[in-house]
């Protein structure tokens, strides 16, 4: 009696052609439940309040368009901006410190200004803010500063800042703190591309 027990289907286990059936449907409904999303957490950035940038950028302001090499140097209190023609010549060098802002242009003229916010459009092509910039180039958003997409490493991918969108279509290295490699900054017909050739935080 016990082995006619065991040995019947429907009581200690289930006919094979149930068991077919309720294997097709578990199948089913795991391929149509939603695939919970990924997504990285932000990336721990800390902006360096000295560096070294060089690169190439191209500027358009809807109307006209310029390219060339840019050399940055960055602190707390002063700021060198030099721009390059594609031929290597200076076409430009701002210098800005607490003292005031001074434009040089390739024949030696030069203008005066309180603040570089007024001579910078003049080196770039475009009006920037410049107080955000070095944190633009850095990805590392200051205040007021949003954040709308991050890359698979949790770093900004997309900041939107004082009207302005900044796309960081790549990183120099894999790392959390690698700088941005190229980065297009825009606002309605203004544009910026810079391509980071070499980023040296200073002392």
């Known amino acids: 009696m016990k082995a006619a027990i065991l040995s019947a289907p429907g009581r200690g286990r289930p006919a094979p052609g149930?068991?077919?059936?309720?294997?097709?449907?578990a199948a089913a409904l795991s391929a149509c439940a939603p695939l919970a999303p990924s997504v990285a957490p932000a990336a721990e950035r800390h902006a360096t309040a000295a560096f070294e940038l060089e690169g190439r950028m191209s500027a358009s302001d809807g109307a006209r368009a310029a390219s060339g090499r840019v050399e940055w140097q960055h602190a707390p209190a002063s700021d060198t901006w030099t721009v390059y023609t594609p031929l290597g010549q200076i076409a430009a060098r701002l210098e800005s410190d607490a003292e005031g802002a001074r434009l040089t242009d390739a024949s030696g003229q030069r203008l005066d200004a309180p603040r570089a916010d007024a001579l910078l459009p003049q080196v770039l092509g475009v009006d920037v803010p410049v107080a955000r910039l070095a944190d633009w180039v850095q990805a590392t958003p200051g205040d007021g500063a949003e954040v709308r997409a991050r890359d698979a490493l949790g770093r900004p991918a997309l900041v939107i800042d004082q009207g302005w969108r900044i796309d960081y279509l790549e990183y120099a290295a894999p790392g959390a703190e690698a700088p941005p490699a190229r980065i297009d900054i825009s606002?309605?017909?203004?544009r910026i591309r810079l391509i980071v050739d070499t980023w040296t935080p200073l002392p």
């Open 18 to 25: 149930s068991l077919f059936a309720a294997l097709l449907t």
């Open 187 to 190: 606002r309605g017909d203004a």
